[in-house]
């Protein structure tokens, strides 16, 4: 079945960078658009970046320039490298398969001074 798993996650001061990965199995991840989402502290859950099979991006405003998603087809793997972190940052991220709308257990960031 269909297993996402996200890591990277930790505490970061503002300004700071994290790389998230997510290792994909259970389907044929070349061929599908995955995405990072994230859910803050007491709020809903924001999609944050997408990625197509041909590698095409797509960010939210609060992503642009900040984050860039990509992906190793061969190695069934998902990151998002995130730089200049504030604290609203701060959130639960997880790795989604879109066309299921399967996503993992999720990892934890904290952007905090």
């Known amino acids: 079945q269909v297993q996402l798993v996200e890591s990277g996650g930790g505490l970061v001061q503002p300004g700071g960078s994290l790389r998230l990965s997510c290792t994909a199995s259970?389907?044929?991840?070349?061929?599908?658009?995955m995405s990072w989402v994230r859910q803050a502290p007491g709020k809903g859950r924001e999609w944050v970046s997408r990625?197509?099979?041909?590698?095409?991006?797509t960010y939210a405003d609060s992503a642009k320039g900040r984050f860039t998603i990509s992906r190793d087809n061969a190695k069934n793997m998902l990151y998002l490298q995130m730089n200049s972190l504030k604290p609203e940052d701060t959130g639960v991220y997880y790795c989604?398969?879109?066309?299921?709308?399967?996503r993992g257990q999720g990892t934890q960031v904290t952007v905090s001074s």
């Open positions: 259970g389907f044929t991840f070349s061929t599908d658009i």
């Open positions: 989604r398969l879109d066309v299921r709308g399967i």
């Open positions: 990625i197509f099979k041909d590698g095409r991006t």
